[in-house]
């Protein structure tokens, strides 16, 4: 399975398992900003094996993997507050604790 396939079920996967709720849903740019930072995240948990040309190579292909399906999915299935609260994740840990 290529990293590509992998980094798209994580995301795909991740965006499904909160569900959504009756509030509001975020924009797209919002969305896609998160996408952004979901990208910046995985990076700088494997920054340690990773140098500084080899993070940047990274990050802007898993910004790029799935991501019009990605802001798709993220406007149907989550909430402004959520995107909110992942938007200001400092760590995948923290963005894990927020709430759709």
Excluded: F, I
Excluded at 19 to 39: F, I, K, N, T, Y
Excluded at 60 to 73: F, I, K
């Amino acid at each position: 399975m290529t990293l590509r396939r992998v980094v798209v079920a994580l995301l795909a996967g991740w965006l499904a398992a909160c569900g959504s709720d009756s509030e509001s849903p975020p924009s797209r740019e919002a969305c896609a900003q998160l996408r952004a930072h979901v990208a910046d995240l995985l990076v700088a948990q494997g920054s340690a094996t990773l140098g500084g040309a080899e993070q940047e190579k990274h990050r802007s292909n898993l910004a790029a993997t799935g991501s019009e399906a990605y802001v798709d999915a993220c406007v149907k299935d989550r909430s402004e507050r959520y995107v909110e609260c992942a938007l200001a994740a400092r760590n995948l840990d923290e963005m894990a604790r927020c709430r759709n």
